[in-house]
């Protein structure tokens, strides 16, 4: 492989965290910048038979980390979070170079990592049970944790590495070791991590086994390696729908623990009380940021006949003016496609909406750095209904908008889709507002108030319901998923009364 300005520069971040050449220079997985759309990389992957000897070492490691006390391993993710200070603006410009993302975005990928490791130390000493009433006399009903063993995670590439830590920090501190199988898209910051999270553990000593934290670099069939081995006991996968039900399935198979984080299809309503002028900020960062690949993007805009001319219009227009560039030159605010097939799918979409009677403003190719990089203007579409490809998640900057009349119809239309992950709703009319926050309101597992459906904070549970997995991860009692409950009964007297009146006597 030619070296190039992008390539060297990858190699040279990689060289930094200490990761060896020969695990990014010459193996048999191309890595493409989005950016050129060049190969920066060739890294060696794992052959899915060696899978199984990689979870026999973390099952090991649970044996031994399973002892160390919470609060000690909360020590271990702390050193975690000083090495990703320490690394965030090379790990930050990384993802930039690895996934096309603007520059403030892939350093706010890492603070994400960082904030989720600070959460997970204070947690590391609140992993609390419960104390119950017992109906018996002289006896207690306690419920406690325990670690619930190795934990795989399958991550997707538009989050390469927040993704692992939202998932990493929790069950390490939980008292489980991760097995990790990034998106065979973005291994070279899989790579970083994997090399800052071992100079962690190397400084915490030799309280972290050998085995605690794996990184397994292929596709789909590792991953299914994963996913099917019965020594684990979690499987925490995020990415598309139809990834998740494949492995999904798999896992209800085995009867193990599955959390699922799948696509969304958010939409944002726009009431008659709405700050258009917020609305219109919101809207931009939320529909265009991240060049429309958050799980959390918005995708559906449905908006009051009433303000509907006051706002749409003014949105065409940023939508003509926001800058679509290189991530690495200039200041734009919309960067690349991760590849040509989702530039496909954009255009594919696009022509069904027109098919709709939709009316399509931008969506062009843009020609930023030639031929094998793809740059998209962000697509704002006018639908007479909410049909066709409204209903999918195309994951690509396009905007649907649909006009409504009464707030019943146009929840009916934010829950009219087959996914359930995100929304919001911009309005100052109390009445509207809680009620789309209420049990009849946004079927989403988030529900937001005048802002976007994106860029959650870590520490709320997050993930959705429906086709989106039903899934949490991330801050409340999310933990709890990387755990398994036990339920105690003490007696501490000397007779022997059964629950429920029930006799036995001998
Ligand atoms: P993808 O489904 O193509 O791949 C995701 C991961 O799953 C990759 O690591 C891939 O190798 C692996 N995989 C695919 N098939 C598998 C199988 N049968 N068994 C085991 N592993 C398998 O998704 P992508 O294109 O990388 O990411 C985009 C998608 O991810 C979008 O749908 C987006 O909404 C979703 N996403 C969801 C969340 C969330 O939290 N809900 C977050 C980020 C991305």
Known sequence: MAPTSLAAEAAAILGRFGVDERRFAAGTLPVHSPITGE?????????????????????????????????????LVRLLGEELRAGKEALGRLVTLEVG????????????????????????????GLVLPSERPDHKLTEQWHPAGVVGIISAFNFPVAVWSWNAALALVCGDPVV?????????????????????????????????????????????????????????????????????????RRFAKAILELGGNNASIVTPSADLDLTLRAVAFAAMGTAGQR?????????????????????????????????????????????????????????????AGGTVHGGERVDVNGASAFYARPALVEMPTQSGPVLEETFAPILYVLRYRDLDEAIALQNGVPQGLSSSIFGNDLREVERFLSAQGSDCGIANVNMGPSGAEIGGAFGGEKETGGGRESGSDAWKGYMRRQTNAINYGRSLPLAQGVRFDI
């Open 180 to 252: 990790w199988k990034p998106s065979e898209k973005t291994p070279l910051t899989a790579l970083a991590v994997d090399a800052l999270f071992r100079r962690a553990a190397a400084t915490f000593g030799a309280d972290a086994p050998e085995g605690l934290a794996t990184l397994l670099i292929g596709g789909r069939d590792v991953g299914e390696a994963l996913v099917d081995d019965p020594r684990v006991p979690v499987v925490s996968a995020t990415g598309s729908t139809r990834m998740g039900r494949a492995v999904g399935e798999r896992l209800a």
């Open 295 to 355: 799980c959390t993007t918005l995708r559906r805009l449905i908006v009051h006949e009433s303000v509907y001319d006051a706002l749409v219009p003014k949105l065409a227009s940023v939508y003509r003016a926001i800058s679509v560039g290189s991530p690495v030159a200039g200041d734009a605010l919309v960067g690349p496609l991760i590849d040509r097939a989702a530039f496909d799918g954009m255009a594919t979409a696009l022509g069904a909406a027109r098919a």
């Open 101 to 128: 993302k603007v520059v403030s975005e892939g350093l706010g990928e890492v603070q994400e990592m960082i904030d989720i490791c600070d959460f997970a130390v204070g947690l590391s000493r609140q992993l609390g």
């Open 39 to 75: 190969a920066i990389a060739a890294v060696a992957e794992t052959p899915a038979g060696e899978v199984p000897a990689a979870i026999a070492r973390a099952q090991a490691a649970f044996l031994a980390w399973r002892r160390v006390p919470a609060p000690r391993r909360g020590e």
